[in-house]
């Protein structure tokens, strides 16, 4: 295809996307990551260039990808001084897929309509596998006419998506959506604790949980990796914690009370407080077993998936694939 795309941001997600662009057709173009060898290392692999400069990025590329870790970044990404992917970007496209406060996406997209750009917020509810073979969910936001200008390309990269509304809103959705995520994920800790606490069998308890109102797609994904101290990443315990907190911080500017959504923020913040952010989420599961803890869960050494392309667990499971790389799925 003719269209030009780069990817900035090349952690899991954003270089997984690349790879899945690249072999639907499309020209990528360029890959930038503040880790320069990690950019390079994939431009080598996608054949492509990873400049050092945002601007050149830009240059490169009638669409730029964004995949990065919090508004702090993206405000990097679109600076309106000094080297910013906004320089020389009249008639780019920006698809902004990371999960960053609404208020973001509308600056972000103000700022690229203040330079003849388009941008659009593309939010993820998948993972990396998802991520390589095109089958992500996506929440769209954004004016009309850029979510249409980005059809194709999510289209490769998405088995499912739906536009919410404007700037802001995909965000909104996000947050809650991941919000929800984290209570029923501290949750289910908290009953496998439980059950261990009291001498039951955690299988058992796993099975009983799927036939009942305790079922969740959580338990599918988190519950054995609980129960075996498996926290091999694929959402970390400081994303979790950060997504909370943009949930906790909608929540105060709306004038409603969430004290789930506040306890749940506060078990994140005690793992990254601990050390253990780059935990999966599921390594909440260390603050609520007997005999665990933070301390233990420090010593302990969850399985960790290879450096270079995809690792399969030692046995698949419903709902939780293969691992991809192990690098962090930021750059900025």
Do not use: W
């Amino acid at each position: 295809m003719s269209l030009r795309i780069a990817c900035v941001g090349v952690g899991r997600m954003g270089a997984n996307m690349a790879r899945r662009l690249k072999e639907s057709g499309f020209a990528v173009t360029a890959v930038h990551d503040l880790r320069r060898k990690q950019a390079q290392a994939l431009a080598a692999e996608l054949g492509c260039e990873a400049p050092a400069r945002l601007a050149a990025v830009t240059a490169l590329a009638d669409v730029v990808i964004t995949v990065v870790t919090d508004d702090a970044a993206m405000e990097a990404l679109f600076a309106t001084k000094g080297d910013s992917l906004l320089k020389g970007a009249a008639q780019r496209l920006f698809i902004n897929c990371a999960t960053v406060s609404p208020q973001t996406h509308v600056t972000v997209e103000a700022r690229a309509k203040s330079v003849g750009a388009q941008s659009v917020e593309a939010c993820m509810a998948s993972s990396i596998t998802q991520a390589r073979q095109g089958t992500l969910y996506l929440m769209i936001g954004g004016e009309a006419a850029a979510c249409e200008r980005a059809e194709p390309v999510l289209a490769v990269l998405s088995a499912s998506r739906r536009r919410i509304g404007p700037a802001g809103t995909a965000a909104q959705v996000k947050a809650l959506v991941n919000m929800v995520m984290n209570i029923n994920t501290a949750g289910l800790a908290e009953g496998l604790g439980l059950g261990a606490a009291l001498g039951l069998d955690l299988a058992m308890l796993r099975e009983v949980f799927s036939q009942t109102g305790a079922n969740s797609r959580v338990l599918e994904t988190d519950g054995e990796d609980m129960q075996k101290r498996d926290h091999a990443c694929y959402f970390s315990a400081a994303h979790a914690a950060k997504d909370s907190g943009i949930a906790v911080q909608l929540a105060k500017q709306a004038r409603v009370k969430l004290p789930l959504a506040q306890a749940a923020l506060g078990q994140y913040q005690r793992m990254v407080a601990a050390g253990l952010g780059e935990l999966d989420k599921s390594g909440i599961a260390e603050l609520t077993f007997p005999g665990r803890g933070p301390k233990a869960a420090g010593r302990a050494k969850p399985a960790r998936a290879s450096t270079s392309g995809e690792t399969p667990k030692k046995s698949p499971k419903p709902l939780k694939p293969s691992r991809a790389t192990g690098s962090k799925a930021s750059s900025r």
